[in-house]
């Protein structure tokens, strides 16, 4: 998009449209007026979060990718509200879920090793001149991105020799079909009672869960002072502050002494910040600092997860779709692979749609965007999409290897 056709440059004044939206979208949501009562019934406030956003950035009113809000949500607010969400968190309990949400997760993996080449084989037989030369190639990056993150997408496009103008296609391509997928999850986090209720699904460990922390915060719960938000905002940007030190000192040391390792996200400034931030708030939660929930340190983390919502929402153009409808089509086909087989075998093995939605949003939107389909569930549920993510990043480098080699078999 042309810097000229924006009419919002600075980004001020987009934050502050972005915090009228949030605003409005809130106060409708828990409004008495049957209207909204009934649109809020079917159209989650999530979604709208995300979607409104995005709306504005496709039709010109603000440039979403010349913007620094979305760094400055993904590098500060996340690991700030990563580590208020992880304040209150029982860790047995969350090892507790069981292994349901590593199989979901797993299978979510395996729908996008299998998915990309059989959406190829299917529409590459039928558009064999679209879809034929190094367009497997360039699809290999996408399964980098959706499996692991931004560098194992990096790495596919070194190992696979991707052209630059194929990967700005499939950077496009993975950007909207990601994010099309995350408003469908967040769509079915708002039905999930129904959605477990029709595949018989047990939940109680989720809701064992979720019921600790919410008769943690009924028994301790009070009005916060001002002491108590200061404190609030020393912890969460602390330890946000600690995780940048951490992470600008550990992983150039790794992509220096140990530049193998690049492939698999440890060279990664933003993997470490993700990882310490976690780490420390779930070492704090076992501290007297867990006393910060009782003054509401989740709710501050959950603004700060919907500001993160917003900004994501501002990187998605869906009049992109016009200028390359065949490789969309393509990238719809894959991603229903993938959503189909999990919908599967959650099916089989009765797994919640807890473990469904985050297990595939771990895999293809990564940590800074599984903690939001997490938390749409519950506040107290984000950190198991973080974990579940962090292992993406491990698996990455291999999966999108193992895929690329598919795609290469199959291409037409």
């Given at each position: 998009m042309q810097?000229?056709?924006?009419?919002?440059t600075?980004d001020?004044?987009?934050?502050?449209?972005?915090?009228l939206?949030?605003?409005?979208?809130?106060?409708?949501?828990?409004s008495a007026?049957?209207?909204?009562k009934?649109?809020?019934?079917?159209?989650p406030?999530?979604?709208?979060?995300?979607?409104?956003?995005?709306?504005l950035?496709?039709?010109?009113?603000?440039?979403?990718?010349?913007?620094?809000l979305?760094?400055m949500?993904?590098?500060?607010?996340?690991?700030?509200?990563l580590?208020?969400?992880?304040?209150?968190?029982?860790?047995?309990?969350?090892?507790?879920?069981?292994p349901?949400?590593?199989i979901?997760?797993?299978?979510?993996?395996?729908?996008?090793?299998?998915?990309?080449?059989?959406?190829?084989?299917?529409?590459?037989?039928l558009?064999?001149?679209?879809?034929?030369?190094?367009?497997?190639?360039?699809?290999?990056?996408?399964?980098?991105?959706?499996?692991?993150?931004?560098?194992?997408?990096?790495?596919?496009?070194e190992?696979?020799?991707v052209?630059?103008?194929?990967?700005?296609?499939?950077?496009?391509?993975?950007?909207?079909?990601?994010?099309?997928?995350?408003?469908v999850?967040?769509?079915?986090?708002?039905?999930?009672?129904?959605?477990?209720?029709?595949?018989?699904?047990?939940t109680s460990?989720?809701r064992?869960?979720?019921?600790k922390?919410?008769?943690?915060?009924?028994?301790?719960?009070?009005?916060?002072?001002?002491?108590?938000?200061?404190?609030?905002?020393?912890?969460?940007?602390?330890?946000?502050?600690?995780?940048?030190?951490?992470?600008?000192?550990?992983?150039?040391?790794?992509?220096?002494?140990?530049?193998v390792?690049?492939?698999?996200?440890?060279?990664?400034t933003?993997?470490?910040?993700?990882?310490?931030?976690?780490?420390?708030?779930?070492?704090?939660?076992?501290?007297?600092?867990?006393?910060?929930e009782a003054?509401?340190?989740?709710k501050?983390?959950?603004?700060?997860?919907y500001i993160?919502?917003?900004?994501i929402?501002?990187?998605m153009?869906?009049?992109?779709?016009?200028?390359?409808?065949?490789?969309?089509?393509?990238g719809?086909?894959?991603?229903?692979?993938h959503?189909?087989?999990?919908?599967?075998?959650?099916?089989?093995?009765?797994?919640?749609?807890?473990?469904?939605?985050?297990?595939?949003?771990?895999?293809?939107?990564?940590?800074?965007?599984?903690?939001?389909?997490a938390?749409?569930?519950?506040?107290?549920?984000?950190?198991v999409?973080?974990?579940?993510?962090?292992?993406?990043?491990g698996?990455?480098?291999?999966?999108?290897?193992?895929c690329g080699l598919?795609l290469?078999?199959?291409?037409?």
């Open positions: 810097e000229t056709t924006v009419l919002i600075n001020a004044v987009v934050l502050g449209l972005l915090a939206i949030l605003g409005l979208v809130f106060y409708t949501s828990h007026n049957r209207y909204c009934a649109f809020y019934r079917y159209v406030a999530l979604l709208l979060c995300y979607f409104i956003p995005s709306l950035n496709s039709f010109g009113i603000i440039d979403g990718e010349g913007s620094a979305y760094k949500a993904s590098r500060y607010l996340l690991p700030a509200s580590v208020l969400l992880t304040l209150s968190v029982d860790f047995k309990a969350i090892i507790g879920l069981g349901k949400a590593l979901m997760f797993l299978t979510g993996t395996l729908g996008i090793i299998i998915g990309g080449p059989l959406a190829l084989l299917m529409l590459g037989s558009y064999p001149e679209a879809l034929g030369g190094d367009i497997w190639r360039g699809m290999s990056t996408i399964a980098g991105s959706w499996i692991g993150g931004g560098a194992n997408q990096a790495a596919m496009k190992v696979f020799e052209d630059g103008s194929i990967f700005s296609v499939m950077i496009t391509v993975d950007v909207i079909v990601a994010n099309v997928w995350m408003a999850l967040l769509l079915m986090a708002s039905r999930a009672s129904y959605f477990d209720q029709k595949t018989g699904a047990d460990a989720i064992h869960l979720q019921q922390i919410e008769n943690y915060q009924a028994q301790h719960a009070r009005i916060p002072t001002m002491h108590d938000l200061m404190l609030i905002f020393a912890v969460a940007f602390g330890v946000t502050g600690f995780s940048h030190l951490i992470a600008d000192i550990v992983a150039p040391w790794i992509g220096r002494e140990a530049p390792l690049a492939d698999y996200s440890l060279a990664s933003f993997f470490w910040l993700v990882v310490v931030a976690t780490t420390v708030g779930l070492i704090l939660s076992a501290t007297r600092v867990r006393q910060l003054v509401g340190a989740s501050v983390g959950s603004a700060f997860l993160l919502v917003a900004t929402g501002m990187h153009d869906v009049t992109a779709i016009l200028d390359y409808p065949l490789m969309f089509v393509v719809i086909v894959w991603m229903a692979f959503a189909g087989l999990m919908l599967l075998v959650a099916k089989l093995i009765k797994a919640p749609l807890f473990y469904m939605a985050v297990g595939s949003q771990a895999n293809v939107g990564g940590a800074a965007s599984a903690p939001v389909v938390a749409a569930f519950h506040p107290s549920l984000a950190p999409g973080v974990l579940l993510a962090i292992l993406g990043y698996l990455g480098t291999y999966g999108a290897y193992l598919l290469r078999m199959v291409a037409p």
